[in-house]
Each structure stands twice: as C-alpha cells, then as structure tokens.
C-alpha cells in the first residue's frame, strides 16, 4: 500500500552504513516512522529530503511491519536554522513536541501548520524565541486535547482581563477571592488576554499579538510550565534549548 502526503522531518537517526530511520509529521497521516533506504548515499535522490526540518512531498510504501519512503521531493529545508545554534535548538525542541502530542497515524494538518508557521518565523527571525515558543507550546497543547479553561474564574465565573490567577495542575484561571484555594501562578497584565489569543484565534491570526519583553518572558515561562506539569514528560531538547539560551 503506498501513501502519498506532505510532511516534515522531525526525527532522524542512522540505521546501518546508508539508511536512515526518520519521524515524519505528514499532514494526513500524522506521525509516521519510515526508513530511507540508501539515504546517505551521495547520489540519493531523498538525501536533501529526508534531513532534519526537510519539508515536503512523500511516497510511502506501508509494508507488513515498517514503512519506507519511494520517494522524496524537498519543499522547503529551513536552512537558516542553522545558522543560529540558540534558533536551531528551539526548532528541535518544536519537533520533539510534535513527535509527543500530534496523532499517530491520523489527521496531523493544524499540528504540521502550526510548526511550519513556527519554523519559518524562526528562521526568518520575524518573532521572538519566547513569542514562538508560547505559542508552539500552548496551541500544541490545546490541539492535543489539553486546552485550559481561560474564559473565566474556574470557581465563581468572574470575567477579567487583569488580575487573574492561572493554575498549571488544574488548567483554570482564578479570581483575587476563589485563588486562596489553589495553587497558581499570579498572571501580569497581558499575559492572560495572549494566552485565549493562542488557544482561541484562528490560525491565520495566530502570531499577531505583541506584549513587552519582560511580559513575553514570563508568558513562555507559564505554557512551558503548563506543558510540563500535563504531560508530565521529560523533554531533553527543552533542556539543550534551556542551555543554549544560557
């Protein structure tokens, strides 16, 4: 059985002297193992295509106990990543929440967009590395069925735009009265109309919002935390991005 989609290499690894075992986050069969064989060879056609942050189309063949890849055309290989070892960390840090949190096997189209978006704001340097960061984190989360309730106090329903307590265990938010009853973390103005901004907006909107620095600073720190007390996995790209920013 062959599959024909579009994907992008979030994963690879070295199998024997010329083939290669990559993770495809494909738009319609989400995440995807398939094995690249002959990869490493000079001449290989799929050796462009099949390199880490490679986008583009694939022929897959579906055999009884793996998937390989026929074919291989590049569409975009995100090269200025690796111009920058701070940027090039985060984006392995983008594909390994991807390989985590988007479907297997499945329909993967707003997780592939979400980090192509990404990675070509990251590359291009049109956001900031925290910017991006919240974003990929928060919306890969409410995607992946963990989107926090932020309309209102999760105790008594009061509505703000300011003041407000948010609850990384409970993925609520909570007013000045109802937060002595649980444990969160107090949310600077902003940070909480960026944070329904990233859960809520339409795609195309996604990263059209903008807060000071400082602010920018502590929304990534809250969705990182966010992510890490849900899912409760241990990320060592995160830590290898962590070390790089220094």
Not at 59 to 75: C, H, L, N, T, V
Not at 173 to 191: Q, R
Not at 211 to 239: G, H, N, R
């Given at each position: 059985?062959?599959?024909s989609?579009?994907?992008?290499?979030?994963?690879e690894?070295?199998?024997?002297?010329?083939?290669?075992?990559?993770?495809?986050?494909t738009?319609d069969?989400?995440?995807l193992?398939?094995?690249?064989?002959?990869?490493?060879?000079?001449k290989?056609?799929s050796?462009?295509?099949?390199?880490?942050?490679?986008?583009?189309k694939?022929?897959?063949?579906?055999?009884k106990?793996?998937?390989?890849?026929?074919?291989?055309?590049?569409?975009?290989?995100?090269?200025?990543?690796?111009?920058d070892?701070?940027?090039?960390?985060?984006?392995?840090?983008f594909?390994?929440?991807?390989?985590?949190?988007?479907?297997?096997?499945?329909d993967?189209d707003?997780y592939?967009?979400?980090?192509?978006?990404?990675?070509?704001?990251?590359?291009?340097?049109?956001?900031?590395?925290?910017q991006?960061?919240a974003?990929?984190?928060l919306?890969m989360?409410?995607?992946?069925?963990?989107?926090?309730?932020?309309?209102?106090?999760?105790?008594?329903?009061?509505?703000?735009?300011?003041?407000m307590?948010f609850?990384?265990?409970?993925?609520?938010?909570f007013?000045?009265?109802c937060v002595k009853?649980?444990?969160?973390i107090?949310?600077?103005?902003?940070v909480?109309?960026?944070?329904?901004?990233?859960c809520?907006?339409?795609?195309?909107k996604?990263?059209?919002?903008?807060?000071?620095?400082?602010?920018m600073?502590?929304?990534?720190?809250?969705?990182?935390?966010?992510?890490?007390?849900?899912?409760?996995?241990?990320?060592?790209?995160?830590?290898?991005?962590?070390?790089?920013?220094?």
């Amino acid at each position: 059985m062959k599959l024909s989609t579009d994907g992008l290499i979030i994963r690879e690894q070295q199998t024997g002297e010329d083939d290669r075992l990559v993770t495809i986050l494909t738009r319609d069969y989400g995440v995807l193992r398939a094995f690249v064989r002959g990869a490493k060879r000079i001449k290989s056609k799929s050796q462009s295509a099949t390199q880490l942050f490679a986008y583009g189309k694939f022929s897959i063949y579906r055999g009884k106990d793996a998937y390989s890849i026929d074919e291989a055309q590049p569409i975009e290989i995100f090269f200025d990543l690796r111009n920058d070892i701070e940027a090039l960390s985060l984006a392995q840090y983008f594909c390994e929440l991807a390989g985590e949190l988007a479907p297997v096997e499945d329909d993967a189209d707003e997780y592939l967009k979400l980090v192509l978006n990404a990675l070509h704001m990251l590359s291009k340097n049109k956001r900031s590395h925290a910017q991006l960061k919240a974003i990929v984190e928060l919306r890969m989360m409410s995607l992946s069925g963990y989107m926090p309730d932020l309309v209102a106090c999760g105790d008594c329903s009061e509505f703000s735009d300011g003041g407000m307590f948010f609850s990384p265990v409970e993925g609520q938010i909570f007013c000045g009265e109802c937060v002595k009853d649980h444990t969160c973390i107090a949310l600077p103005n902003g940070v909480l109309s960026a944070m329904r901004h990233i859960c809520y907006v339409e795609n195309a909107k996604l990263f059209s919002f903008t807060l000071p620095e400082e602010s920018m600073s502590f929304l990534a720190d809250v969705t990182e935390k966010f992510l890490l007390t849900q899912t409760a996995k241990k990320l060592k790209t995160l830590d290898f991005y962590k070390m790089m920013k220094g």
